[in-house]
């Protein structure tokens, strides 16, 4: 398997654009966690799937962010409109969640935003 | 709720010198505990694990960490650092129920490891 796949790795945009962020989860993975990086508020947690089903999204910063799963292997994060202050690097990571147990959550490269 | 603090945010130390970041959490559940380490520019990787068992868990680069119930704590410690393991490292906790805000994956701020010749 080749991991947690993110697209795009980079992304530069203007203010007020939609932005969409994309994950592939390791197959077989029925957990799925988006987090946001930056240098002041470092790794935080803004969405948590289980079976395709948002758990929960408290750490969401606004409207303005939606995050969706279509399919069991496959999550988009969108930001509409885009702000400057959301930029930072988004990461996804996805695991195995059983009752009582779960597997250790595998990450992606992350993706690098700068909304300008 | 569960919440994981990261006492230190910056650790620096000599090579071959021995090293404890140090990680504490609460959590009304029985928990599983993660260490993970970021290098410049990447994703997150495992260092180890605790799910159950042994409370002395090894995991790569040489890495451990004890798992201690009474004190709440999860420090990861290596005997002997390289220049290599400067990076930045994370605690993380989850438990094990699903549902609701449980099963969350919750990290700590961080420690950066800046390990000099």
């Known amino acids: 398997d080749a991991g947690v796949i993110q697209s795009p790795r980079h992304e530069v945009t203007e203010m007020g654009q939609e932005v969409t962020l994309r994950c592939k989860l390791i197959?077989?993975?029925?957990?799925l966690f988006w987090y946001r990086q930056t240098m002041m508020r470092g790794l935080e947690l803004l969405i948590y799937?289980?079976?395709?089903?948002?758990?929960?999204d408290s750490g969401m910063p606004e409207d303005r962010f939606s995050a969706k799963m279509p399919n069991a292997s496959f999550s988009t994060l969108k930001i509409q409109p885009s702000e400057p202050r959301d930029s930072a690097v988004y990461f996804c990571?996805?695991?195995?969640?059983?009752?009582?147990?779960?597997?250790?959550?595998?990450f992606g490269q992350g993706t690098r935003l700068t909304v300008v | 709720a569960q919440s994981v603090t990261q006492l230190d945010s910056q650790v620096p130390v000599f090579e071959e010198a021995p090293v404890e970041l140090r990680c504490n959490y609460s959590?009304?559940?029985?928990?599983?505990l993660f260490w993970y380490v970021q290098y410049p520019n990447q994703g997150l990787q495992l260092l180890l694990k605790?799910?159950?068992?042994?409370?002395l868990v090894k995991g790569i680069n040489g890495f451990e960490a004890e798992f201690n119930k009474s004190q709440t704590s999860f420090h990861l410690r290596k005997p002997s650092v390289h220049i290599s393991d400067t990076a930045e490292y994370f605690c993380?906790?989850?438990?094990?129920?699903?549902?609701?805000?449980?099963?969350?994956?919750?990290f700590g701020k961080g420690t950066k490891l800046s390990v000099k010749p």
């Open positions: 197959s077989g993975h029925n957990s």
């Open positions: 993380a906790v989850s438990d094990g129920n699903y549902g609701g805000s449980q099963g969350n994956l919750i």
């Open positions: 959590s009304s559940v029985s928990v599983y």
């Open positions: 605790y799910l159950s068992g042994s409370t």
């Open positions: 990571a996805s695991s195995l969640a059983l009752t009582g147990w779960r597997t250790e959550a595998f």
């Open positions: 799937f289980n079976n395709n089903v948002p758990i929960d």
